[in-house]
Every structure is written in structure tokens, then in C-alpha cells.
């Protein structure tokens, strides 16, 4: 199993960057996807999940989607804020369904997006 993300850098006050969770070694579409996130010194937190039987889910700025015949998952982040900087995980749940941090049975190695002007 391996989840791989991609697509962070660096963005200016206000941009848009999207995120890809590139996944293998097991069915994409039978298992809930989250995205996290972990700033220095603060606890790793959820950003957005997707259900195995969802395809597009958001929370205003970002929007979470899955194609699963390309074995992705994507977050993209529109208005982005310094509050935002982080290193984003890409993560695979125990099933079908989104829960907490707790359910996560895999994590993806992560990539680092920062809001700097």
C-alpha cells in the first residue's frame, strides 16, 4: 500500500494550490480518503475527507475529489491563508466511510505547502 502526495510549494496570501494523493496496492474506491495537516508545533488535524461513495466534497475554500480511475484524490485549496501552512498527509481509512484520526490505517508521506507573501 502507498499513498503518495504532491503538488504543495509556496503561494502567496490569497492563491490556489492543488494537492494529488496518488494511490496503489489496494482499491481506491472501496475506502474513505482524508487529507491532514500538521504545523510546526501544533497537533495533526483534519482537513477534508471523501467517503468511498462520494466524489466531491468541500468546505468552502478547499474541495476534496477522487477520480478513482486514476487512483487520485485531490484537495484543492483556493484562497489560501499563512494560517494555512503546513505539511499536508493524504490518508486511507479503515473502510468505506470517514471517522476520526484514529481509523487511519495508512499515511502518505506528505508535502509541505506555504502562505507567505
Known amino acids: 500500500v502507498q499513498l503518495q502526495a504532491s503538488g504543495g510549494g509556496l503561494v502567496q496570501p490569497g492563491g490556489s494550490l492543488r494537492l494529488s494523493c496518488l494511490a496503489s496496492?489496494?482499491?481506491?474506491?472501496?475506502?474513505?480518503i482524508g487529507w491532514f495537516r500538521q504545523a510546526p508545533g501544533k497537533e495533526r488535524e483534519g482537513v477534508l475527507c471523501?467517503?468511498?461513495f462520494r466524489v466531491y466534497s468541500d468546505n468552502g475554500r478547499f474541495t476534496i475529489s477522487r477520480d478513482n480511475g486514476k487512483n487520485t484524490v485531490y484537495l484543492q485549496m483556493n484562497n489560501l491563508k499563512p494560517e494555512d501552512t503546513a505539511v499536508y498527509y493524504c490518508?486511507?481509512?479503515?473502510?468505506?466511510?470517514?471517522?476520526?484520526?484514529?481509523?487511519?490505517?495508512?499515511w502518505g508521506q506528505g508535502t509541505q505547502v506555504t502562505v507567505s507573501s
Open positions: 490518508a486511507r481509512h479503515r473502510g468505506p466511510g470517514c471517522g476520526t484520526i484514529a481509523g487511519i490505517m495508512d
Open positions: 471523501i467517503s468511498s
Open positions: 496496492g489496494f482499491t481506491l474506491n472501496d475506502y474513505a
